[in-house]
């Protein structure tokens, strides 16, 4: 089979996954099948899962992959039309209309014309994601869609359907090329099923302990072998105990950037609780471990380790 070649759609799941790889993001076959087919079928891809496991990186990686402009719209509680779609530039059309009267201009027709043109409007990522200047359609990644409301929730329904948007001022705006859709939530609230029916859908699970040492491997070269084993078998305990927040595999990576940066080869109690403040991001987590469930933890994950060779 010919090698993924970067730039490309790719043509087959087996290509999918290479082209992921290629960017140091490991999928199953799962993830590689959804997206395949979500660039196949030129539908949004809805990604659902924890925090921290990677489902915002699949729009990073498929943008630099695929070498297309990634527009992200960050999503967040009280999200509306003018931050997330377009706006008019008011102070320069105020501008406008004193410098036409000025001038003795008095066909109002001809003023609004002129102001509430291309010229004034703001674009923002909706609009940016619909209408790309170079032609190429842009990966369009909707970030925490579960922090907005219903109502933005309903207004993108005719953007996922249609690829398009509505400007009163100029009339309906429609991409050429419908954008590269993903749709990441982290579930703090359900999202309406008709926005879901218009995506395919995946949820993005914890890596198995396989495949986050072999993330690490990847992301920090420098990490110690038998270093970088403790702390994948110390991160998936983690992940089994009742904590306010489990860690993600960004908070691995960066246990195991900020491990290596202070030359540590072996996990000991002291530097669990040095740094644990990379890789647990509440007091009540931190407290609990910092303390003789910690070492408990630690001492489980070593004789795990010894067992197994």
Known sequence: MAAYKTGSVPR?????????????????????????????????????????VGKTEVAKVLAKALDRPLIRLQCYEGLDVSSAVYE???????????????AGTTDRDRIESDIFSDRYLIRRPVLQALSSPDGRAPVFLIDELDRTDEAFEAF????????QVTVPELGTIRAAEPPIVIITTNRTREVHDALKRRCLYHWVDYPSAAQELEIIGRKIPDCNAALSREIVAYVQRL???????????????????????LDRTALDPETIADTLGTLLKYQDDIARIEGSEGRKLLDEVRSELRAAG
């Open 12 to 52: 087959s799941i087996e290509e999918t996954a290479e082209m992921l790889a290629t960017e140091n993001y490991l999928a199953g076959r799962a993830l590689a099948t959804v997206l395949f087919l979500s660039l196949k079928m030129k539908r949004p891809l809805f990604l659902e899962g924890e925090a921290g």
């Open 88 to 102: 008019w530039n008011y102070p320069a059309q105020m501008l406008e209309i004193r410098l036409a009267e000025a």
């Open 156 to 163: 993108l329904l005719e953007v996922l359907s249609d690829f």
């Open 239 to 261: 992940r089994t105990m009742d904590l306010f927040k489990n860690p993600g595999v960004a908070e691995t990576i960066d246990w195991a950037t900020a491990l290596t940066e």
